[in-house]
C-alpha cells in the first residue's frame, strides 16, 4: 500500500513537471513565432520605403542637379539595404543611414522651390512619410515582442529549457546615436 502511494506520487508529480516543461516550451516558442513575425512586419515595410525611393530620386533629378552626391547615396544605400540579409542590428544600422539621407534630401529640397511645388515630389514625400511611421510602429512591435522573448529567456525556470533547446537572445532593432539626439532649434 504503501509503495502503490509512493508510486502515484511519483507519477503525479511527473505529470505536473511534464505540464509545466511543455508549458514553458511552447510559450517560448509562441515568443520566437511572435519575434519572427514582428521582423517580417518590419520587412514590409523597409520594401515600401525601398520601393518609393527610386520614384521619389526621378522626381527629384532634375530640380537638383547640384545635389547629385545625396541622390548616388541615396541610390547607394538603398541598394544595400536591399541586399542586406542578416540580424536587426545589421539591417537597422543600414536603414538608419538610409533614413539620415533622406532626411538630407528633404533638407536640401527646402532649397528648390520649384521642387517643393512639384506634385509629384510631395506625393513622395508624403508616402515616405507615411512609410517611416509605420516603420517605426514595426519597430516597436518588434523590439516589444524581443524583450519579451528575451525575458522569457532569461528567467528561471525557463532559461534552463530555453538553454537546452537552443532559444538565443534576440538584437533590437535600435536607432543610431546621432538619431538619439534632441533636435536644436535656432531662431
Do not use: C
Amino acid at each position: 500500500m504503501n509503495s502503490t502511494l509512493s508510486l502515484m506520487v511519483l507519477v503525479v508529480v511527473l505529470v505536473i513537471l511534464g505540464g509545466v516543461f511543455v508549458s514553458i516550451f511552447n510559450s517560448l516558442v509562441v515568443l520566437k513565432n511572435q519575434v519572427k513575425n514582428a521582423w517580417a512586419q518590419i520587412e514590409v515595410q523597409l520594401k515600401r520605403r525601398h520601393d518609393l525611393i527610386p520614384n521619389l530620386i526621378e522626381s527629384v533629378k532634375g530640380y537638383m542637379v547640384h545635389e547629385s552626391n545625396t541622390l548616388q547615396k541615396i541610390v547607394e544605400l538603398r541598394q544595400q539595404a536591399i541586399n542586406i540579409n542578416g540580424d536587426a542590428k545589421i539591417v537597422s544600422d543600414i536603414e538608419n543611414q538610409l533614413s539620415g539621407a533622406l532626411k538630407s534630401l528633404f533638407a536640401l529640397a527646402e532649397n528648390y522651390p520649384d521642387l517643393k511645388a512639384s506634385q509629384n515630389f510631395l506625393q513622395f514625400q508624403e508616402e515616405l512619410a507615411s512609410t517611416e511611421n509605420k516603420i517605426s510602429f514595426a519597430r516597436q512591435f518588434y523590439n516589444d515582442s524581443v524583450l519579451s522573448y528575451n525575458n522569457q529567456t532569461q528567467i528561471f525556470p525557463s532559461n534552463i529549457i530555453a538553454g537546452m533547446f537552443g532559444f538565443e537572445q534576440e538584437t533590437f532593432f535600435e536607432i543610431e546615436e546621432n538619431e538619439k539626439a534632441v533636435p536644436k532649434v535656432k531662431f
